[in-house]
């Protein structure tokens, strides 16, 4: 294959070429008709590995492209395949590329085979490798990545990116504990260039000065701590990484990307997911102190009455009858239930809530193994140990564990009547198991641990179409696009305080569609905590705050944490009254809606945005549905510029939050605006938005 047929996946939306001249190179990548990201010649060298401690990329002299092959996936995705080999090594090397229909994001991997007759080390294997091209003197690189903690997740960081570089990662073991595995690179021309790993464990992307001034962009799995020995005949895969291109400065030009193939190629679906069940989960208003047979009952009663559509018990449900214990502890002994609290079990609970028509949902920590659990004991070598220390979980690693896991979700699901089940994972692995005595290398144990969790979740799946997994991790530090492939939501972070809720929407709609996100509204919590401070009961809580707090959790899946029997008259006939709206008039905007936020981002520590407001769309009917937050501190009043809209159609618009209706004109909409005024700090509008 000579210069003049290089392959390519160019589109009438994107343009990315690879040449085979002198190794494998990428020589062009950009929107079509825009200022490319990488060009020329000698591009970026699409992969890097190390091998026995070298270096080997697509610009290695004694790289060979043996073969490229270009395959039409499900009738609509384009990959495109890069087969060579490194002689020396005798490796053999496959560069994946696939594009999606209609999209400017690119999914990319790269696979390693050992086709020699002695064991080698990979300890690097970064999925991509681009070099962006040198700016003038007068252009600009800005970085926005979003870093991550308990309570703090999806905080916001714009920087410029100069000559020193940068390194996002994250070491924790956790995708999203530290910073999320999600970044944008904003050129001043108004170009975009996202990037995400489609992984849960630890990740990296470097952006790296190069002499000519350019940036090399490598990453994907970390290469910290990280090495794995293939033995002849063996391959590994690294974890994938979605690139996505926009423009004109609009990072919804990205994000709608991100969406739309996450919601057509990567979420699983089944019809409870699609239907988009209403949650009550028990845990803030009771934790495990406060749960017990009785008082969920009457939970499930009040909720049927309110049209809730699941019905949760998270954790305190297992464990010994000691009424003492902690279910922290006691993790990993899922064959105990504390009868103490629960004396008919967990099946009669579930019958309980299907005989009020609801779904039955309950906690597990599969992966988490506490320190007084049997299971140590009895199994010994499911341990997750490093240097002989234990670290708090089972390794995946193992297929024994991944076995025990599968029965045990298995036994669960059939034996208690669930439908949905809260995957929550609670402790930082670090650089993960180094035992070398269960399955996997002493390099390798966090890496193997998150494919063998990855293979469970898809055999449990297999096994349960029907039932929803939902994913969790001290609430919201294992967000990533890789377990939202074998899982049908993820919960965004534990506290639930409004403008902390505002601020996770705004942040994880970058990368993520709406139906993928569970979030409660403001939940009444055990004890004194800073901001989760809501009481239901409080005489002076005004119907406008109610509706505002609950309003904002209807921005994805829609969950309640409260009290249930407990609630004043008026604040149940409230919930009611928004359960009915959700299922109603919202639902179907979250599991189809493009989301355009209208404005930046608000901050929890009172800075950034102090209006908030987020347009969800459906191209194929032009209707679109505007949520509208005032917080406090905020301007009196506040113009919101659309988007989406056919500029020479008039639409109707209704107040779902009053009785008021209106009529303008796309290009009114779009360019003059929509003034907001009257309202009063924290107040909500909702907002139907359809064609006259």
Same mark, same amino acid.
């Given at each position: 294959?000579?210069?003049?047929?290089?392959?390519?996946?160019?589109?009438?939306?994107?343009?990315?070429?690879?040449? %085979?001249?002198?190794? *494998?190179?990428?020589?062009?990548?950009?929107?079509?008709?825009?200022?490319?990201?990488?060009?020329?010649?000698?591009?970026?060298?699409?992969?890097?590995?190390?091998?026995?401690?070298?270096?080997?990329?697509?610009?290695?002299?004694?790289?060979? #492209?043996?073969?490229?092959?270009?395959?039409?996936?499900?009738?609509?995705?384009?990959?495109?395949?890069?087969f060579? @080999?490194?002689?020396?090594?005798?490796?053999?090397?496959?560069?994946?590329?696939?594009?999606?229909?209609g999209?400017?994001?690119?999914?990319?991997?790269?696979?390693?085979?050992?086709?020699?007759?002695?064991?080698?080390r990979?300890?690097?294997?970064?999925?991509?490798?681009?070099?962006?091209?040198?700016?003038?003197?007068?252009?600009?690189?800005?970085?926005?990545? +979003?870093?991550?903690?308990?309570?703090?997740?999806?905080?916001?960081?714009?920087?410029?990116?100069?000559?020193?570089?940068?390194?996002?990662?994250?070491?924790?073991?956790r995708?999203?504990?530290?910073?999320?595995?999600w970044?944008?690179?904003?050129?001043?021309?108004?170009?975009?260039?996202?990037?995400?790993?489609?992984?849960?464990?630890?990740?990296?992307?470097?952006?790296?000065?190069?002499?000519?001034?350019?940036?090399?962009?490598?990453?994907?799995?970390?290469?910290?701590?990280?090495?794995?020995?293939?033995?002849?005949?063996?391959?590994?895969?690294?974890?994938?990484?979605?690139?996505?291109?926009?423009?004109?400065?609009?990072?919804?030009?990205?994000?709608?990307?991100?969406?739309?193939?996450?919601?057509?190629?990567?979420y699983?679906?089944?019809?409870?997911?699609?239907?988009? =069940?209403?949650?009550?989960?028990?845990?803030?208003?009771?934790e495990? $102190?406060?749960? @017990?047979?009785?008082? +969920?009952?009457?939970?499930?009663? $009040?909720? $049927?009455?309110?049209?809730?559509?699941?019905?949760?018990?998270?954790?305190?449900?297992?464990?010994?009858?000691?009424?003492?214990?902690?279910?922290?502890?006691?993790?990993?002994?899922?064959?105990?239930?504390?009868?103490?609290?629960? =004396?008919?079990?967990?099946?009669?609970?579930?019958?309980? #809530?299907? %005989?009020?028509?609801?779904?039955?949902?309950?906690?597990?920590?599969i992966?988490?193994?506490? $320190?007084?659990?049997?299971?140590?004991?009895?199994?010994?070598?499911? #341990?997750?140990?490093?240097?002989?220390?234990?670290?708090?979980?089972?390794?995946?690693?193992? =297929?024994?564990?991944?076995?025990?896991?599968?029965?045990?979700?298995?036994?669960?699901?059939?034996?208690?009547?669930?439908?949905w !089940?809260?995957?929550?994972?609670?402790?930082?692995?670090?650089?993960?198991?180094?035992?070398?005595?269960?399955?996997?290398?002493?390099?390798?144990?966090?890496?193997?641990?998150?494919?063998?969790?990855y293979?469970?979740l898809?055999?449990?799946?297999?096994?349960h179409?029907?039932?929803?997994?939902?994913?969790?991790?001290?609430?919201?530090?294992?967000?990533?696009?890789?377990?939202?492939?074998?899982?049908?939501?993820?919960?965004?972070?534990?506290?639930?305080?409004?403008?902390?809720?505002?601020?996770?929407?705004?942040?994880?709609?970058?990368? *993520?569609?709406? @139906?993928?996100? *569970?979030?409660?509204?403001?939940?009444?919590?055990?004890?004194?905590?800073?901001?989760?401070?809501?009481?239901?009961?409080?005489? @002076?809580?005004t119907?406008?705050?109610?509706?505002?707090?609950?309003? !904002?959790a209807?921005?994805?899946?829609?969950?309640?944490?409260?009290?249930?029997?407990?609630?004043?008259?008026?604040?149940?006939?409230?919930?009611?009254?928004?359960?009915?709206?959700?299922?109603?008039?919202?639902?179907? +905007? #979250?599991?189809?809606?493009?989301?355009?936020?209208?404005?930046?981002?608000?901050r929890?520590?009172?800075?950034?945005?102090?209006?908030?407001?987020?347009?969800?769309?459906?191209?194929e009917?032009?209707?679109?549905?505007?949520?509208?937050? %005032?917080?406090?501190?905020?301007?009196?009043?506040?113009?919101?510029?659309?988007?989406?809209?056919?500029?020479?159609?008039?639409?109707?618009?209704?107040?779902?939050?009053?009785?008021?209706?209106?009529?303008?004109?796309?290009?009114?909409?779009?360019?003059?605006?929509?003034?907001?005024?009257?309202?009063?700090?924290?107040?909500?509008?909702?907002?139907?938005?359809?064609?006259?």
């Open positions: 294959m000579d210069n003049q047929h290089e392959p390519a996946l160019s589109s009438q939306d994107i343009v990315y070429r690879l040449s %085979r001249k002198q190794g *494998l190179q990428v020589t062009a990548l950009g929107r079509a008709n825009a200022a490319p990201w990488v060009t020329g010649p000698r591009g970026g060298p699409a992969f890097t590995v190390v091998c026995n401690d070298q270096q080997i990329d697509g610009h290695s002299a004694d790289f060979q #492209v043996q073969q490229v092959e270009q395959r039409t996936l499900d009738g609509q995705r384009s990959r495109l395949s890069v060579g @080999n490194i002689s020396p090594f005798h490796l053999e090397i496959e560069h994946h590329t696939l594009a999606f229909p999209s400017t994001l690119l999914e990319q991997w790269v696979t390693v085979r050992n086709s020699g007759a002695a064991a080698v990979i300890s690097r294997l970064d999925a991509i490798t681009l070099d962006l091209v040198a700016l003038d003197p007068a252009a600009s690189y800005e970085l926005m990545y +979003f870093t991550s903690d308990w309570g703090a997740e999806f905080e916001s960081i714009r920087e410029p990116l100069d000559r020193t570089g940068k390194v996002l990662e994250t070491r924790a073991g995708s999203s504990k530290g910073q999320h595995p970044f944008a690179l904003l050129r001043n021309d108004g170009e975009i260039l996202s990037a995400s790993v489609l992984w849960s464990g630890n990740w990296v992307f470097r952006f790296e000065p190069l002499p000519e001034g350019g940036i090399r962009l490598s990453g994907g799995l970390h290469d910290w701590a990280f090495f794995k020995d293939l033995q002849p005949g063996e391959a590994v895969e690294s974890p994938h990484v979605a690139l996505a291109l926009g423009g004109g400065g609009d990072l919804n030009s990205v994000s709608i990307q991100y969406g739309r193939v996450g919601r057509r190629y990567w699983p679906h089944n019809a409870l997911s699609e239907s988009l =069940p209403v949650e009550w989960n028990h845990w803030w208003s009771y495990d $102190k406060a749960i @017990n047979e009785e008082v +969920f009952r009457q939970n499930v009663e $009040k909720a $049927k009455e309110l049209g809730i559509e699941v019905c949760t018990l998270d954790a305190g449900w297992f464990g010994p009858t000691d009424p003492a214990t902690h279910w922290y502890h006691y993790r990993g002994d899922w064959d105990l239930v504390n009868t103490t609290r629960f =004396p008919s079990g967990m099946r009669a609970l579930a019958d309980h #809530v299907h %005989r009020h028509g609801m779904r039955f949902g309950l906690w597990c920590e992966e988490g193994l506490g $320190k007084d659990a049997a299971l140590a004991t009895t199994h010994p070598e499911f #341990v997750a140990a490093r240097d002989g220390a234990r670290l708090g979980y089972v390794c995946f690693g193992n =297929p024994a564990v991944q076995e025990w896991a599968f029965a045990t979700l298995d036994r669960l699901i059939t034996g208690y009547g669930c439908d !089940i809260k995957l929550d994972f609670n402790l930082d692995p670090g650089a993960g198991c180094n035992r070398t005595d269960h399955g996997h290398g002493a390099g390798d144990g966090l890496f193997e641990h998150y494919r063998g969790y293979r469970t898809e055999r449990v799946r297999a096994r179409p029907e039932v929803i997994l939902e994913s969790c991790s001290s609430g919201g530090l294992r967000i990533d696009l890789g377990l939202l492939q074998r899982t049908y939501m993820t919960f965004l972070s534990d506290p639930d305080w409004p403008v902390h809720d505002l601020q996770l929407y705004w942040g994880a709609t970058t990368m *993520l569609a709406p @139906n993928a996100c *569970l979030h409660w509204s403001y939940s009444e919590w055990l004890g004194d905590r800073p901001h989760q401070s809501f009481n239901p009961r409080d005489p @002076n809580l119907q406008r705050q109610l509706d505002y707090y609950t309003i !904002i209807q921005l994805g899946v829609f969950g309640i944490s409260q009290k249930l029997p407990e609630l004043p008259q008026w604040v149940a006939e409230r919930l009611a009254h928004h359960v009915r709206v959700y299922q109603r008039h919202i639902k179907r +905007f #979250v599991r189809s809606g493009d989301v355009y936020r209208l404005t930046g981002q608000p929890r520590d009172g800075s950034g945005e102090r209006w908030a407001a987020f347009q969800y769309s459906l191209p009917s032009d209707e679109h549905l505007l949520f509208v937050f %005032r917080l406090d501190g905020s301007e009196p009043e506040r113009v919101l510029r659309l988007a989406g809209l056919a500029a020479e159609q008039d639409y109707q618009l209704e107040w779902l939050t009053g009785e008021r209706a209106e009529q303008y004109s796309g290009h009114s909409l779009m360019t003059e605006g929509l003034c907001f005024s009257g309202m009063a700090e924290e107040e909500a509008a909702l907002v139907q938005v359809r064609p006259a």
